[in-house]
């Protein structure tokens, strides 16, 4: 069964911190997909990053990098540099196929606190 | 502009009435999807469709219903027999175009 675990609810930091969010994944297939979204508090959802089970390389925009290990089912997201703009609900998702349905994690909410 | 548009953003009704969510999109996508959304909680499939005059339902689908009579709509009906439907609900067509959502408190 697919499960997306985000085992941190909350998270506090002062502006300027590094700070990483965590995500850890389940799937049995060997092709999947992950994702990292933002919701501020408008409520849109903004896509971040997509990226396929066969690429392991990290990736980094910007102030926003991913960590992406498979060893141990893991796809972090770490924003350097934090700023209050920063503050929103980070959600880590996953899916098997293009197209197919997106599982979601449960959030961590980010507070850059200036 | 491309993009998703869902109306009305704040929706209000009276419980045991069935209320029906717009959403459109003009990228000329083939899937849309509906998910609902609870505080604290992510994003739950409730519908989705890959093609015109198909849909799928995801995992949470009792309560709702769903219509793809064209491939730029995908309306969403919430029934009176949906228990809880006061939430947030988002529409998307793939992975990385979701519309502004609308928020759904039922009275």
């Known amino acids: 069964a697919q499960k997306v675990t985000q085992a941190q609810t909350e998270i506090s930091v002062v502006e300027k911190e590094d700070v990483t969010l965590d995500c850890v994944y389940e799937?049995?297939?060997?092709?999947?997909?992950l994702f990292w979204y933002k919701q501020p508090p408008s409520g849109e959802l903004v896509f971040l990053i997509r990226?396929?089970?066969?690429?392991?390389q990290n990736e980094i925009s910007g102030r926003y990098s991913w960590n992406f290990q498979k060893s141990t089912s893991s796809f972090n997201f770490t924003i350097t540099a934090s700023q209050v703009v920063d503050s929103a609900v980070y959600f880590c998702?996953?899916?098997?196929?293009?197209?197919?349905?997106?599982?979601f994690g449960k959030g961590t909410r980010l507070h850059i606190l200036p | 502009d491309g993009g998703i548009t869902q109306s009305p953003k704040y929706l209000f009704r009276k419980e045991g009435q069935n209320v029906t969510l717009s959403c459109e999109q003009n990228?000329?996508?083939?899937?849309m999807y509906w998910y609902r959304q609870d505080p604290g909680q992510g994003l739950r499939l409730i519908y989705y469709?890959?093609?015109?005059?198909?849909?799928q339902k995801g995992d949470i689908a009792e309560g709702y219903s769903v219509s793809r009579e064209k491939k730029e709509s995908f309306p969403l009906t919430v029934t009176s027999a949906q228990k809880n439907p006061t939430a947030f609900y988002l529409c998307a067509t793939n992975e990385q175009f979701f519309g502004p959502g609308t928020r759904l408190t039922v009275l």
């Open positions: 998702a996953l899916s098997e196929a293009p197209d197919d349905k997106i599982i």
């Open positions: 990226r396929n089970s066969f690429d392991e």
């Open positions: 469709s890959q093609i015109v005059n198909d849909f």
């Open positions: 799937t049995r297939d060997t092709t999947y997909y």
């Open positions: 990228l000329n996508h083939d899937a």
